[in-house]
């Protein structure tokens, strides 16, 4: 007997086929987080950002950006305002470094917290990798950072109603080797160790490089630590900040055979500095991305090497 197919059973047919698909492929959650799913985005440790209800995003633009738009309860973050006061010391980090992870609690971050520190990219001056910089330092594990127009999530100019709920006190465990002192720049300097292995307060005999991340007309115009020594005369290399990253902040790995061009190697302590340790604790954290677990950021920079 043959079955008549009547409109009834046709749709009887196509609800069926709509519910068996539906049971095969994983469903999407059309409310899962929406206000700040990423969709594109660079990082600082070469992996794709990826945000989760209990990410804190950090934004490190000027707060005229922030007021204007900014990702959905986001955290504006100025990296200036957790450093010395004097102005030739603008860069380095403040010395009671138990301040700084008091005041990052109370945003809601401990070294468990996966941060997203965003900013302009390019646009600016590596601000949210000195962010992601002093939050690796301090011990905070999960730290990346990206070009904000690069995380395709949504804006708003509506300031936050709900502050971010703050955790526990902890203790900062410094990641010492990130941070490079004047001393030791001066050390390497001294011990000609550009040249010759030399250990620096007791640490593995290692070569030196120095590398000036500023742009080739603010290097080329450096005046040195005095009328006969400086920094390009000592060995120097000058790789512009900018060339170590993608157009959305993600470490280009390209760099990697200009570096070795010039000897730059992963087993070297390699220091790398600017004007205020800004852009170079950026190009510091994709160095480190690359393997060269050597790398520190000379966090005063040249003002405060030239003490200015």
């Given at each position: 007997m043959k079955m008549k197919w009547t409109p009834a059973i046709l749709v009887a047919l196509v609800v069926a086929f709509f519910a068996m698909a539906g049971c095969q492929t994983k469903p999407t959650v059309a409310n899962d987080n929406p206000d700040r799913r990423i969709e594109a985005a660079g990082t600082s440790m070469m992996k794709p950002v990826e945000i989760n209800p209990e990410t804190v995003i950090i934004d490190a633009r000027a707060a005229f950006d922030y007021a204007g738009a900014h990702v959905p309860k986001s955290i504006p973050m100025t990296w200036s305002d957790f450093t010395e006061p004097e102005p030739a010391q603008r860069g380095i980090l403040q010395a009671d470094l138990f301040a700084i992870t008091r005041r990052l609690a109370r945003l809601g971050i401990d070294p468990a917290t996966h941060v997203v520190v965003a900013g302009k990219g390019k646009n600016g001056k590596g601000e949210e990798g000195r962010i992601a910089w002093m939050l690796s330092y301090l011990g905070i594990d999960n730290v990346q950072f990206a070009e904000i127009d690069s995380l395709g999530a949504r804006f708003t100019n509506v300031k936050e109603a709900n502050p971010p709920k703050s955790v526990a006190m902890w203790k900062p465990e410094p990641a010492t080797s990130l941070n490079v002192t004047k001393d030791e720049v001066l050390f390497a300097i001294n011990k000609q160790a550009i040249v010759k292995a030399e250990a620096y307060k007791g640490?593995?005999?290692?070569?030196?490089?120095?590398?000036?991340?500023?742009?080739?007309?603010?290097?080329?115009?450096?005046?040195?630590?005095?009328?006969?020594?400086?920094?390009?005369?000592?060995?120097?290399?000058?790789?512009?900040?900018?060339?170590?990253?993608?157009?959305t902040l993600l470490p280009d790995s390209s760099i990697e055979k200009k570096l070795k061009a010039v000897g730059v190697t992963e087993d070297c302590r390699v220091i790398v500095l600017d004007q205020d340790g800004v852009a170079s604790a950026a190009v510091t954290m994709a160095l480190r991305s690359f393997g060269y677990t050597h790398a520190g950021n000379y966090s005063g920079g040249l003002q405060d090497l030239l003490g200015r």
């Open positions: 640490t593995e005999p290692r070569l030196y490089k120095i590398i000036d991340v500023r742009e080739e007309k603010d290097y080329l115009g450096h005046v040195g630590l005095g009328s006969k020594t400086n920094i390009p005369n000592m060995g120097g290399i000058n790789i512009p900040w900018k060339e170590f990253f993608t157009e």
